[in-house]
């Protein structure tokens, strides 16, 4: 019979008043580089810049800290984007030729990006010229003309139509038919053959009624539209790519599909000309690729830039993605390492101004921008402040660590600047300076931690909206690999022609895949660092200020212990280098840890304090004394079935006939399973009872939710030995009169080690401790009965708090612990929480999560929560994230629920495992693979944009009539949960089924500040690391998709005829 007891009346309001002062979730701001960008646009008078990308996301960049997100309502590619200048107002295509008006409007005295009108070209046959079908109505091309409040639209079928900007609304009896073109072309140049899409569209700086049009056969024109006839005409004959008028108007230069472009000069009669002034092939005389974009201007000095995208030889170099730089006789091509999206300069666009004078060249790249000095002699790059490419090297692993001392953030910052010195004469800063950032400066620096594939850790400054690099640790030199002799192979056979120079720093090919760092730890106190990576690797570095040249320590801990029977099939050991080696400034190797079997570190942990760090594999898990350079304790955690964890993740070699037999092992078991819980009479008409039961019970009253069965997890799961965390704490574990060091591991079958350690102390006077051994003892042994892996232990004193990191309470950094009162240790599984009682290790509290929500954990961390109402008051709560992509808040050590959000989409299967929580309540996981999302749990911790911008408006304008709702301050750009805005349409009305609204509210003002006052190291983050993703997790994923995209459809068709309704 289902069974259910009464728990107290209702809920507390005092405590639901708490929760909301504590509680808050929102998703505030995407660190990092936009994911498959687009287009690109910069207002040079707001110093502002844009950047849309395949999603449909429009991003708009300015000072660091200063940044708009918007997202149109259909997922759509933004082909080109267009600021209006100075006004604040972007237009955007799409690749449904669709053009949409966005605007930075003020609101409470910040800025927001808002969608205010849309315009979808009519599908008719008038609206293009060609006889083909209503598809062929495509805008190929737009231009802004008379300071924006006119848009030209080159079509493909060869016609130019205008659109009145400020309405959206085409202009009647303007349109350009190619007819009216082609009455300015002699007879001989027709000879039967269209002119061909509308391939650019060219405005004078000086007399805006002037337009150069350049159709994809060849044919230029420019065009009066004053005076509605052709003012001078070009008969090219070379399919066109790209055009651009020289500031003055006399000169033009098109660029081909054959790898050359021609100069034409304005001033030489009336008559068509035939033939360019100039035409070069740069990289001729064999076959070139197209120039897809060309730019001319001009200096004071009288020589001229022309940078130009593409032409390379087809043959030699077609696949190299170049962006050409040529001054008088210097010519330097740049080689990317992604495609080339787009690209501007940064130059002087004042009417009087004679001269161009560029500053700086911006190049879009597929997976980065890099911006260079074009004032500087050689050109340098300019260091980005922000939208640095994260994935430079594919991420493996990530962590967290706030409150950082201000000398070790100087120190990082200093070696950073060490690494990529710029050039005593480059005097220009980043270029894209537009807008002011509001935020109060963060009162504690955050450092985000980033290993890579490529065997570096990335240090990113997390303190604010703009993510900075500050950092590159790289590993990589420690080991012997092939890398050296690839590059001077290379070297050797890349001749001097084309001037290539390498520019940008992605690079997506890792020399080797054991080099991936898998785990990363920082004690901020004594600047001291754990790097682990996939063959086995465990590197203890600490920072230094100078260049030095050492050799670094080798060790070798063996974690079978011999045991017999078990033969590691996967990858082979990093060879290091021996003798001293050559370091520079910033972190450097003390000493090498390697595990034997070589299988990838599944977790870490420091105590710089006790100059002891623990790794575990999927083997087992060891201890080592990196002052004295000796092993402690090495421990096997093998079954005897766990023959899978002997091949490595990099192994070619599966068992697929074990796989097969767990298959069917599983199976068989749910079937029996299934026939035990067979639903018989009886136990219906227990359920209808219990129904009834509930009904009759009174509303106010809380009953204990049911509890799912759980089956119990087998003992010969394959991978059950690999170990999931490891902890440092200074508790009770012999016996309830004496405390001291302590060591705890978890494995993926259950299981929990916790040895005593005997730790020489630190002389007096001196925080060194004595040269002694340290001795480690097993002291308990715990196996939880569903055998669910074990995510965290943590270690609670007398009040219920963790204890503090290492040093910080021997500094007085924080609150000393409790040693009266009796401790706890906190053991959190995927499937429950649990609270133990110390020294007895007896049951205290728990919570069944999988049985209640019927979700399973995937990341924890014990995070402080800040009143958003009084200053003093906090609470240490426990954050979890599930399977689902849900967070879930409980009480420490009640374990009590406080709040859950919907944080990430449960198909995001990448996102949820690289998720990492800060100790105050933030988080981040990642959208793409170069963009972070930060998320805030806390109502007072919060870290996003406010900014302004000076914006000047022409007096005739009328915006807010045409704006149908204001959108929020934030709209996910990459498809995560948040709002996407309804623009009206063309005609007044809004467009239906694209209508959301945000599931929280914006919260006051008050709570605006960005405040990150995180402290220590974070649990870090493994993307790949065995167990993190499991078949079952995907068959939960892959569960209700249709389902929720069904009610998603509802709501928002609900809305619309909702704002349908309140319009009429």
Known sequence: MMKFRFRRQGADPQREKLKQELFAFNKTVEHGFPNQPSALAFDSELRIMAIGTRSGA????????????????????????????????????????????????????????????????????????????????????????????????????????FLDVPTLTLLEGQTLAPDEVLRSVPDDYRCGKALGPVESLQGHLQDPTRILIGYSRGLLVIWNQAAQCADRVFLGNQQLESLCW??????????????????????????????????????????????????????ESGDHFIIFSGGMPRASYGDRHCVSVLRAETLVTLDFTSCIIDFFTVHSTRPEDEFDEPQALAVLLEEELVVLDLQTPGWPAVPAPYLAPLHSSAITCSAHVANVPAKLWARIVSAGEQQSPQPASSTLSWPITGGRNLAQEPSQRGLLLTGHEDGTVRFWDASGVALRPLYKLSTAGLFQTDCEHADSLAQATEDDWPPFRKVGCFDPYSDDPRLGVQKVALCKYTAQMVVAGTAGQVLVLELSDVPSEQAVSVASVDLLQDREGFTWKGHERLSPRTGPLPWPAGFQPRVLVQCLPPAAVTAVTLHAEWSLVAFGTSHGFGLFDYQRRSPVLARCTLHPNDSLAMEGPLSRVKSLKKSLRQSFRRIRKSRVSGKKRATSATSKLQEANAQLAEQACPHDVEMTPVQRRIEPRSADDSLSGVVRCLYFADTFLRDAAHHGPTMWAGTNSGSVFAYALEVPAAAAGSEKRAERAVEAVLGKEVQLMHRAPVVAIAVLDGRGRPLPEPYEASRDLAQAPDMQGGHAVLIASEEQFKVFTLPKVSAKTKFKLTAHEGCRVRKVALATFASVACEDYAETCLACLTNLGDVHVFSVPGLRPQVHYACIRKEDISGIASCVFTRHGQGFYLISPSEFERFSLSARNITEPLCSLDISWPQDTTRASYRLRESPKLSQANGTPGIVLAPQSRNGSPDPGHSRRADTPEPPEAMLSPMSVDSATSADTTLDTTGDVTVEDVKDFLGSSEESEKNLRNLAEDEARACSILIK
């Open 58 to 161: 429009v991003k708009i960049y300015g000072a660091p800290g200063v940044e708009f997100t918007g997202l149109h309502r259909d997922t759509a590619t933004v082909t080109q984007m267009h600021f209006l200048p100075g006004q604040g107002r972007l237009l955007t295509l799409l690749d449904d030729s669709s053009l949409h008006l966005w605007e930075i409007v003020h609101h409470h005295g910040c800025a927001h990006l808002e969608e205010a009108l849309s315009f979808q070209p009519p599908s008719r046959p008038g609206f293009d010229s060609a006889s083909g079908p209503l598809s062929l109505a495509r805008v190929t091309v737009v231009l802004l003309v008379a300071a924006g409040d006119m848009a030209a639209l080159g079509t493909e079928g060869g016609s130019v139509f």
């Open 246 to 299: 020289e500031r003055s108007g006399r000169t033009l230069v098109s660029s081909h599909s054959d790898g050359s472009y021609a100069v034409w000069s304005v001033d030489a009669g009336d008559s068509p000309m035939t033939q360019p002034t100039v035409t070069t092939t740069p990289y001729g005389p064999f076959p070139c690729k197209a120039i897809n974009k060309i730019l001319w201007r001009n200096c």
